[in-house]
């Protein structure tokens, strides 16, 4: 069965500027993703997990633009979308560089044999280049700017940690979830009341109940609201952030039902963030585990549990508390000190300083992020050399 | 490790205590009966609201004025804790039963070193002078595994990770060696790794000083860790009592079972994760009869009405509900 | 936070610019007939042809242009002259110095009654939280706080000034006044009330206290009022907070708790709060100034804003802004003593 991407992210980049002194100059960088590279098939729910502090919200962040990327492309359904929410200059410098002059000195020296070395985007782009020349591409790209961002904006929903902080408290229900309907113009008058109950009732809040505040409902059924506004656009790509995370134990399997049940019916596609490996492992089909804004290991979920290759998923996993007491005495691995701070990371493998397996070389070079098995990424020297058995 | 022929170094009986706010009278916690034994760890394990905090605070009487602690009784090493005057509860507090916080950032003072901090209390309870408690908290330190202490003696809470807040956190807990140690959700907030770190030193520490620790979470996992025996609280009540593998392997309450079944797990496979219907009740307006019927799925007609009794169905094990039997076979999956 | 200082050291003569600026500009607006106006004796001005009112405006620099006239101003400001008061009648330099110690020694004065007051009753209400002594403090509160500033300073010159005699309004008596013009009298720090002690002089001590109460009174009234309602739910705040029920389960006596855990945290927010209220005593004597007849920096400046005195009028911002900025800067600095997490970054 062929996989359809709807999302790829290339190398994303996204360091924030910290600032000191009497003019405030730029004295260091929180580097919160550093070079992150996935793709998100059409359909399934892939799991981003690690410990506090490791960019997974940046990395949400940064995919909707709600944070402007230092570097890196994200590509929606075959078209970049990096540069759609740059301002104008940038957009044009951005688009000059990544494929303008790239294709015109691929051009000077392969001419039409270029297009064998590329796929995706770039081959298709370099298409429109080779028909109709630099200004076509270009006009190709910057054309309709309101218009893809708007569809940008439709496909991509995200759903937030805290069911009390993210909804307006002074919003009726209605008008939460129908705001982006209208704005979208998706549907008028009696028309979006509709949608409205639609929506509502397929997220199990009653319809009657519309006209309510926020503050009526509880943290569960708020959280079932801001999916419901999250659903109202129809998206492709859903970011869920900590969705679960402040709910109430029993509350918590609800909606992550719930998020299952809809990702059937509305063939959606979950980009699911969680610190919490049990959670992730219950809904995702691959996961992609977070240290220090690198991404160190990904695979489907079935092959990462069974063969768990880099030593922080192997200490991750062995550190959640099993809830059987027989399973009690089981000799956990206990990782020593903090996660490093994200200013200055460790040199080489930043686990390296916490890393029951480390060598010399750990903190040395950096271990790249290859793939060893089909669909198996990790990035560690020694990988598999971490040994845990639950 | 069950303990039926020792003596419980605490035991609380029949607590009421109850909140008097504005919207009405709260009944946080309703009636609740536990007993802990000298050196074991009871874990009390519940949903947000459900009365686990309120039942810690009562027992080191920390409530604020709108609280009110109704009826029960709390014996500690033959005394009724709530009989006592308020200068005698003083010398219990920090020096008999210490306690530790959820969020080790809000509960440290950030305007004081954690050094000051805690040297306050080993000045206090064991009249040391200044030199000596000092350097009793730099040793402290040293023992809940902070590197550098003589350095992170004098600083502030600020300047420590979350983990590390919380081993500063232990320290001024354990520093009068109290024969028990109250931990409200010690763990809850911070990362997975470094609860490890803290589930596996409490676990020597306790085992180091010999106190009996309370252990309150709302994760099951933390209970299966730590816990010799649990309380399942639910609205206010215990709904479930017992030795902790009885607890896990044979639930005797619709609310116990449906908690188990509904958490996804890392060491089993689960299709699709069985969840407890409904909400969990407004405290104002607790259900009447059986206060989980709305969300049972073995309510029957007679739990809307009557409020069950705890009663054993097992040998020290407690359930309050009338058809436990009905879950008699039925495993955790 | 010494960078912080720092900075905020090197703001200063750019805000101070850019006030001056600003109020250059408004008054520009009025055009040069208006700002004439403040230089001639109004009787003969409606008489004077146009040749005349040209001449003069040629005299006063009326006519060039505005960036000219300004750094004319400017150009005098670094050399320590502030221009001619019109309504003060000498150079603005001089009219300033002679009223700024009246304003200081009212506002020096006003700030331990507010501060004390304020937060100490903050804090009892606080901590007797809807006992009946924190309803009391806190309906003398809200009098306060409804009761306008003056209002409060007639009724208190009413009572103490007109039925009992006993606090007179101006700034001192005329006897008084004589002796500490005379030159056997010595000006060592400017504040009377300091300088009649090193004087040896207690009577002219007294009369110059008998003629600070009420004004002290007045000023007070607004500011302690507000103070206290900060300090109170501040303090209810921290006494919330986690930290204090650590404090508590550690087995702390409750003073202790209170005094040691409780206040410093409830300061931090009270600090710049009540730091702005301090510097804003310093202008907000206005209405103090009039009603006891005062001649301080405030009555000044408001005489010389309705005559359009320029020169005082700019003078003054200058002088109020630098005390307003130095005095932010100043709370920031205590702001970081007290909370080690601005200190320590
Ligand atoms: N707006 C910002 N400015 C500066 N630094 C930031 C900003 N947002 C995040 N960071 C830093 O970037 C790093 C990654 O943060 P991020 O919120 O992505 O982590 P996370 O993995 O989502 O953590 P959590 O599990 O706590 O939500 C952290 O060190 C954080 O302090
Ligand atoms: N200071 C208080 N004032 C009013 N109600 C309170 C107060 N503290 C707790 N409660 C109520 O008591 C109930 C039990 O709370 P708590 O013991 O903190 O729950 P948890 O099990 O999450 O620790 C909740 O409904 C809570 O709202
Ligand atoms: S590269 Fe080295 S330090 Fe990094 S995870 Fe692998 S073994 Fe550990
Ligand atoms: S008493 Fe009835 S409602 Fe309550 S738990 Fe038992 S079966 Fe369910
Ligand atoms: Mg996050
Ligand atoms: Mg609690």
Redesign the pocket.
Known sequence: MEKKTVLKVENLVKH?PIRAGVFRRIVGW?K??DGVSFEVYEGETLGLV??????????GMTLLRLYEPTSGRIIVEDEDTTYYFMPALRARNYIKKTYLDRFEKLYREKKDGALEELDGVDKKYYEIFLKEGRSGLYRYLVSNIPDKRRSFRRNVQIIFQDPYSSLDPRMRVKNIVAEGIKAHGLAQGEEVIKRVSELLTGVGIIPEHMYRFPHEFSGGQRQRIGIARALALQPKVVIAD?AVAALDVSIRSQIINLMEELQERHKLTYIF?S?DLSVVKHVSDRIAV?YL?KMVELAPKKELFENPLHPYTVALMSAIPIPDPNKRNKKRIILQGDVPS?INPPKGCRFHTRCPVAKEICSEKEPPLVEVKPGHFVACHFPGSLKWNS | MMSVNREPILQVKNLKTYFYTEDGVVRAVDGVSFELYPGETLGIVGESGSGKSVTSLSIMRLLDEKGKIESGEIIFKGRDLLKLPEHEMRKIRGNEIAMIFQEPMVALNPVYTIGDQIMEAIMLHQGADEKKAREMAVDLLRRVGIPEPEKRVDQYPHQLSGGMRQRAMIAMALSCRPSILIADEPTTALDVTIQAQILDLMKELQEEYGMALIMITHDMGVIAEIADRVAVMYAGHIVEYGEVHEIFKRPRHPYTYGLLSSIPRLDVEQEKLKSIPGTVPDPLNFPTGCRFHPRCEFAEDRCREEEPEMVEVLPDHYSRCFFWKKLEGLEVK | MTAYIIRRLLLLPLILFGITLIIFGMMQLLGPDKLLAAYVDPNTFNKLSNEELEALKEKYGLNDPMVVRYAKWLNGVLHGDLGWSVVGKMPVKDALLQRIPYTAELALYAVFPVVGIGIWLGMVAAVHRDKFIDHAIRIFAVVGWSFPDFVFGLFVLMVFYSWLGWLPPGNLSLWADEIVRSPQFHHYTHILTIDSLLNGRFDIFWDDLRHLIGPIMTISWLWWAYLLRITRSSMLEVLNKEYIRTARAKGLDERVVINKHAKRNAMIPVTTVGGAMVINLFAGTVIVEVIFNRTGLGRFTASAATQLDYAAIMGSALFYSTILVLGNLIIDVLYAVIDPRIRLG
């Open positions: 924030f929180v919160a993703v690690g410990e506090s502090g490791c960019g997974k919200t940046t990395v900590e963030i610190h977070m804004g994200p």
